[in-house]
């Protein structure tokens, strides 16, 4: 089961590298990572995606996360109400007859055109990863000659406010 696990941690050198180098000695595969900074200055954020097959092996790979030195805050976010997103850039063939065809693909996608030439458009699309999937799956018979992904980024939604009750004499409105 793929899970989606948020890391805040200090922004210092090796940081990554000792995550990821726990993350492989306990033969977890990470299907995506992403790193950049926080609100906080001196902190980063971490979003990876990992595969764990149980809830055993779930706790454990929180629990390794914590006791890293680097480590201010471990959150797995999977069955949260989250906003994620991921980017993508994909060079596709596209000569001057198959420009129209294509951009009829980009459209519904809400992707942009972000560079073009003779033989070639890239195009970038970002949305939920099934999103892109299915756009790449569209693109190919066109001959994808670059793809660059960055892979899942996610943050917790916001707090909905509570509705509003005014009361009037003890009664509910």
């Known amino acids: 089961m793929k899970r989606i696990i948020s890391c805040t941690v200090q922004n210092r050198g090796g940081v990554l590298n000792r995550i990821t180098g ?3 000695k306990r033969h977890f595969n990470i299907e995506s990572i992403t790193v ?3 609100e906080t200055e001196g902190m980063a954020k971490m979003t990876f995606v990992v595969n764990v097959e149980d809830e055993h092996k779930l706790e454990q790979l929180t629990k390794q996360l914590h006791k890293q030195i680097d480590v201010i805050k471990v959150s797995d976010i999977t069955e949260k109400s989250v906003v994620a997103r991921e980017l993508a850039l994909v060079k596709v063939t596209a ?3 198959l420009r129209a065809e294509i951009q009829g693909l980009i459209d519904p996608f809400r992707g942009t055109v972000v560079d073009i030439s003779k033989e070639t458009m890239t195009i970038q699309v970002t949305g939920k990863t099934d999103k892109i999937d299915a756009f790449i799956l569209l693109l190919k ?3 994808i000659k670059e793809i660059a992904r960055t892979g899942v ?3 917790l939604r916001g707090q909905q406010a509570k509705p509003y009750v005014a009361e009037v004499n003890s009664l509910t409105i």
């Open 22 to 24: 726990m993350f492989s």
């Open 36 to 38: 950049g900074e926080s």
């Open 95 to 97: 000569n001057s007859q």
């Open 141 to 143: 018979p066109f001959g």
């Open 153 to 155: 980024t996610a943050l």
